[in-house]
């Protein structure tokens, strides 16, 4: 183990946080922490962990959940992509592999939504295989420890910081290795303001030296994003039964429900509202009022900002049950029953 590596070994031990994947660092909770951890922090992840460990203790209990079950503990962490991944790959396990994980680093990669980052981390963590894990943390510390401007969403960037992460890691010791390299750029060498006059490893550090720090790590910009504009109808009829919209495939929200929407190109006025068809075929010849118009509500995605409003419609009569595969006649206080998008459920707990 080189000096680096052992300074860092050093610190982890001192600083770490303690956390529950850690003092049982089990395949299965490796694997759901590093699930969850993506694109999410610590300290909001650490409850939905618990949540599921409380929910489905092991593999084979999560592996016989419903959809609809997952997407409901998941609701509020985004990115619900992983958490349908999460279900396929607990089902694969259990199917392909008696419920365990394999220790085998090509064959955790054959795994639904697992990727080289994950497979790395279940590997050395859980398996002490010496596969060195590579996240936004570790991309930042090795930037600055070698000041390096390539940026690191391109292929020669991802190249250069996979080789130096490899010659760094710890062979004995992999998994304590990765999570100091994670936990010292969560905690010490942070994205702004880094306690670099403290820092255990400055000597090591060439951006401290050259006075680069605030420069690294480099990141070519790429995303366009495009502005979406939802007019969402909240029906209340005489039974406060209103309609859910349940998501279909190949959207964001796939399998999650929020109310029937009107997406236009521009924010939609009262009288082009009630001209849409869309919105005539659910009033039918209903007697109406629009009660309130919310105020938008701005979500942002990584690729796509969405600027919503909520039209409450108060219906004289009764709402019909409509014979379509994503229209639900469900009553007002059950919505909470549902996995919703952040966005209604942002709505419905100011409601």
Request: aromatic share 10%; glycine share 4%; proline share 5%.
């Given at each position: 183990?080189?000096?680096?590596?052992?300074?860092?070994?050093?610190?982890?031990?001192?600083?770490?946080?303690e956390l529950p994947w850690r003092s049982d660092p089990s395949p299965y909770h490796v694997w759901l922490s590093e699930v969850i951890l993506q694109q999410t922090r610590v300290n909001q992840g650490l409850d939905y962990f618990n949540r599921f460990i409380e929910r489905w203790p092991a593999l084979s209990d999560l592996a016989h959940a419903s959809e609809e079950e997952v997407l409901k503990m998941w609701q509020g962490l985004g990115y619900y992509s992983r958490a349908r991944n999460l279900l396929k790959c607990a089902q694969q396990?259990?199917?392909?592999?008696?419920?365990?994980?394999?220790?085998?680093?090509?064959?955790?990669?054959?795994?639904?939504?697992?990727?080289?980052?994950?497979?790395?981390?279940?590997?050395?963590?859980?398996?002490?295989?010496?596969?060195?894990?590579?996240?936004?943390?570790?991309?930042?510390?090795?930037?600055?420890?070698?000041?390096?401007?390539?940026?690191?969403?391109?292929?020669?960037?991802?190249?250069?910081?996979?080789?130096?992460?490899?010659?760094?890691?710890?062979?004995?010791?992999?998994?304590?290795?990765?999570?100091?390299?994670?936990?010292?750029?969560?905690?010490?060498?942070?994205?702004?303001?880094?306690?670099?006059?403290?820092?255990?490893?400055?000597?090591?550090?060439?951006?401290?030296?050259?006075?680069?720090?605030?420069?690294?790590?480099?990141?070519?910009?790429?995303?366009?994003?495009?502005?979406?504009?939802?007019?969402?109808?909240?029906?209340?009829?005489?039974?406060?039964?209103?309609?859910?919209?349940?998501?279909?495939?190949?959207?964001?929200?796939?399998?999650?429900?929020?109310?029937?929407?009107?997406?236009?190109?521009?924010?939609?006025?009262?009288?082009?509202?009630?001209?849409?068809?869309?919105?005539?075929?659910?009033?039918?010849?209903?007697?109406?009022?629009?009660?309130?118009?919310?105020?938008?509500?701005?979500?942002?995605?990584?690729?796509?900002?969405?600027?919503?409003?909520?039209?409450?419609?108060?219906?004289?009569?009764?709402?019909?049950?409509?014979?379509?595969?994503?229209?639900?006649?469900?009553?007002?206080?059950?919505?909470?029953?549902?996995?919703?998008?952040?966005?209604?459920?942002?709505?419905?707990?100011?409601?």
């Amino acid at each position: 183990m080189n000096d680096l590596s052992a300074t860092l070994a050093r610190w982890y031990e001192s600083h770490k946080r303690e956390l529950p994947w850690r003092s049982d660092p089990s395949p299965y909770h490796v694997w759901l922490s590093e699930v969850i951890l993506q694109q999410t922090r610590v300290n909001q992840g650490l409850d939905y962990f618990n949540r599921f460990i409380e929910r489905w203790p092991a593999l084979s209990d999560l592996a016989h959940a419903s959809e609809e079950e997952v997407l409901k503990m998941w609701q509020g962490l985004g990115y619900y992509s992983r958490a349908r991944n999460l279900l396929k790959c607990a089902q694969q396990v259990l199917e392909d592999h008696d419920g365990n994980f394999p220790a085998d680093h090509e064959q955790l990669l054959k795994l639904k939504g697992i990727g080289s980052y994950t497979a790395a981390a279940i590997a050395s963590i859980a398996f002490g295989l010496p596969y060195a894990v590579i996240d936004g943390n570790v991309y930042r510390v090795l930037a600055r420890l070698f000041d390096i401007d390539t940026p690191i969403n391109k292929d020669a960037g991802i190249k250069v910081f996979a080789q130096l992460a490899d010659e760094l890691l710890d062979k004995e010791q992999p998994g304590r290795h990765n999570q100091a390299m994670m936990e010292f750029g969560a905690l010490h060498c942070t994205p702004r303001n880094p306690d670099c006059l403290h820092c255990p490893i400055q000597s090591h550090c060439l951006a401290f030296a050259h006075g680069t720090v605030g420069q690294r790590p480099q990141k070519e910009k790429t995303i366009n994003v495009r502005t979406r504009y939802f007019n969402y109808l909240v029906f209340s009829d005489l039974n406060n039964n209103t309609y859910l919209h349940r998501r279909e495939e190949n959207d964001i929200w796939r399998n999650l429900y929020d109310f029937p929407n009107i997406e236009s190109t521009a924010p939609l006025s009262i009288e082009a509202l009630i001209e849409n068809e869309q919105f005539q075929s659910l009033v039918e010849k209903n007697e109406f009022a629009i009660q309130r118009i919310s105020a938008p509500f701005t979500h942002k995605l990584s690729h796509q900002t969405i600027i919503a409003k909520f039209f409450e419609i108060k219906i004289n009569g009764f709402l019909s049950i409509i014979q379509t595969n994503n229209l639900l006649l469900t009553a007002e206080k059950k919505l909470d029953d549902y996995p919703t998008p952040k966005l209604i459920e942002n709505y419905i707990s100011r409601n």
